[in-house]
């Protein structure tokens, strides 16, 4: 991987990219996370694709813009930086948020796009109930309490029986929120606050795309993404039967082995 700032426009941006390989795939991070997560997972991948991973504005390194991040400017921003790295066509994969941003991505974008594959991630805009939780936690963030999302969302993302044998992850994934810059997670926060339903774009689009579900996925129930799959029968489902939120660590080569297939095709 060749780690490398650019300009996506005239936006800062932190990259990896491999540099090698036909097709393409990028990977989008998701909440509170940063490129660092995709780490062991992208030799999955790279035999076969060439991967980009980079830090979406406001988290990692890359550059904060403003009170509010929408899924649209960071699709701008992902987009952007493919056009800058000279990659004109590519699969997305958007895991969890990221999914939000690749959805974006796939309205304003579609030309672009050979694939999307949302990685435990949702087509439907925020409840009331849930864009409350998220002002109480820019609330929470404000009040400089922002160590204790990092001590509970971690274990949140990782199946039960998985808790054990990620211990060392999950530690890591705690000390990521911590070094993340309060502005840039309010920022995310009031952008998914803001975000509009792409659940008729996705079953309209023309990009071929790919749903991966977790079976003990804790953010997303199993009623909710059964439902979500029901809706999309355009969509290739995948589901992670032992993985939580977290697949791509969960059950890495399972979850390659369907990016992979979508990339691919």
Known sequence: MVEKFIMAGDVPMHVCDTERGDKCVVLLHGYLSSMIVWEEFVPLLSGSVRVVTLDLPGHGISTIVGEVHTMEFLAKCVADTMTSLGIERYTVVGHSMGGYVALAMCEAYPERLDSVVLLSSTTTADSQEKCDRRRREIELIKAG???????????????????????????????????TEDEGVIA?????????????????????????????DYYIANDVAEELAAKHPEAEVVWLEESGHMGFYEEAERCAEAILRMALR
């Open 145 to 179: 309490k922002k160590n204790t999302m990092a001590r509970l969302v971690p274990h949140a993302g990782f199946a039960p029986q998985n808790a054990k044998r990620f211990a060392d992850y999950i530690a890591d994934l705690g000390e990521l929120i911590i070094i």
């Open 188 to 216: 995310i926060l009031g952008g998914m606050i803001e975000r509009k339903d792409r659940d008729e774009l996705l079953r309209t689009t023309k990009v071929p795309h790919m749903l991966i579900f977790g079976r003990h």
